[in-house]
């Protein structure tokens, strides 16, 4: 019960005497045990027991505070533990752990404590837990509001995105493709020769013509851990802090893949010299492919854009010329059921008449246009209901062309 009581008797005391009062009263409790405690959020011991590498076992003595969440994509139940002490078995040997939670404004603090015989026993399996924990396996590793959070479903969401099924200008694809193959292979190589094992490559081009589709066919293709920045700001970090954090994690992960979509948007005036030193700096970066995309090149500092030891390939991805549109659609026409697939002859008529259309306005006009047919498949053909939704997205994207401008105006007159 003395357990018990301290939790309790915690909880009532200011979050800032919380961890103290706990450390001291368990270090008179157990003075022949070695303690270690923290909040590292690497150390998830219960995804850890999960994968059976070690077993933990609940003190019944206690009140154990356990919650229940449902997983609405999965449709199961999870649990996770809140307040609760248990016992660990490991590698044939045993450690006491009371794992607490207590609300921080908006953030909520897990703080463990771990106490074992032996200093030895307590941080062998603290390192075992958290190196466990940090390996990126069939998920992608996200960074947003300045956690790193492992996102296994968008992994799976890009499955389906691979080279096979992406059609680019000339040879870009297979010289991106060659250029990430050729890195990955090539570490004695490079350090043979002195030559920092590292890439940065800049995605450029309108939106809708196939960076980020290029970006999960990598991702496919190489497989290598791959860690995603959504954005370097947060609440309660500044974002130097936050962009350490990002290639910090980078650096443990490696050799892996840094994807910075739209590097424009996530780079400001303040962040920029800091965000510079992290990727060419002290640090070497070894075995990290910086992958960088930009709709709008003309937004990035020069010293981005333009210095090859920061992005040494720049690959540029432009509006599908008639041969691009050709092979576009015969593939998606390929794809269609027999009852709703084009001819020869109005295949190549819908690539003359979608010339300035994006892959992202191709694919629209194709799911648009089938929907459309099986609504009214027995009054028209998908010839005549893609000659009219190409006319409704020519004038979406027209729209769109000129609110972009104004856009850029405006941002012109404000600098």
């Known amino acids: 019960m003395k357990i018990q009581q301290l939790i309790t008797a915690a909880l009532s005391l200011p ?10 009263e368990l270090a008179a409790i157990y003075p022949k045990k070695v303690l270690l405690e923290g909040n590292d959020s690497t150390f998830n011991l219960e995804k850890y027991a999960e994968a059976d590498l070690c077993h933990i076992q609940y003190n019944s003595s206690n009140h154990n505070q356990i919650l229940t969440g449902w997983d609405g994509m999965e449709n199961h139940l999870y649990k996770y533990t809140e307040n609760a002490e248990f016992e660990v078995q490991w590698q044939g040997q045993k450690l006491d752990i009371l794992l607490m939670s207590w609300q921080e404004g908006y953030c909520k603090t897990r703080y463990y404590w771990i106490l074992a015989d032996s200093k030895e026993l307590v941080e062998n399996f603290f390192i075992a837990v958290c190196d466990w924990n940090s390996e990126i396996r069939d998920e992608v590793l996200v960074f947003e509001d300045g956690y790193w959070a492992k996102n296994p479903d968008l992994f799976q969401s890009i499955k389906n995105a ?20 050729k890195f990955f292979a090539s570490q004695e190589i490079y350090a043979a020769y002195g030559v920092p094992w590292k890439r940065g490559i800049l995605f450029i081009g309108s939106p809708g013509n196939g960076k980020t589709h290029t970006v999960k066919a990598l ?12 954005s370097f700001q947060s609440e309660y970090d500044t974002d130097s802090e936050n962009i350490r954090k990002v ?5 443990q992960s490696a050799p892996c893949i840094l994807v910075l979509e739209d590097l424009d948007s996530l780079l400001t005036d303040e962040n920029r010299s800091f965000f510079l030193n992290e990727l060419d700096g002290f640090a070497a970066n070894e075995g990290i492919v910086t992958i960088a995309s930009t709709n709008h ?11 090859p030891s920061r992005f040494d390939r720049k690959y540029h991805f432009e509006l599908p010329d008639n041969s691009v549109r050709q092979a576009y659609i015969t593939l998606w026409n390929e794809q ?20 300035g259309f994006s892959f992202a306005y191709l694919k629209e006009l194709f799911l648009s246009s089938m929907i459309r047919w099986m609504g009214a498949m027995a009054t028209t053909t998908i010839e005549a209901i893609m000659v009219s939704q190409i006319a409704v997205l020519r004038e979406q994207m027209n729209s769109t062309t000129a609110i972009s401008e104004d856009t850029r105006e405006v941002e012109t007159a404000k600098k």
Do not use: W
Request: charged share 25%; glycine share 2%; with cysteine.
């Open 15 to 24: 979050n800032n005497a919380i961890a103290y009062h706990i450390s001291q």
């Open 162 to 181: 691979t080279f096979d099924n992406l059609i680019l200008h000339g040879n870009l694809k297979q010289d991106i493709k060659d250029d990430l193959t």
């Open 219 to 230: 991702i496919n293709q190489m497989q290598q851990p791959c860690l995603y920045v959504k």
């Open 247 to 251: 290639f910090k994690q980078a650096r």
């Open 297 to 307: 090149p003309e937004r990035l500092d020069p010293a981005i854009r333009d210095r």
């Open 336 to 355: 269609l059921k027999t009852a709703m697939r084009m001819s020869p002859e109005t295949v190549s008529q819908i690539v003359v008449i979608t010339d």
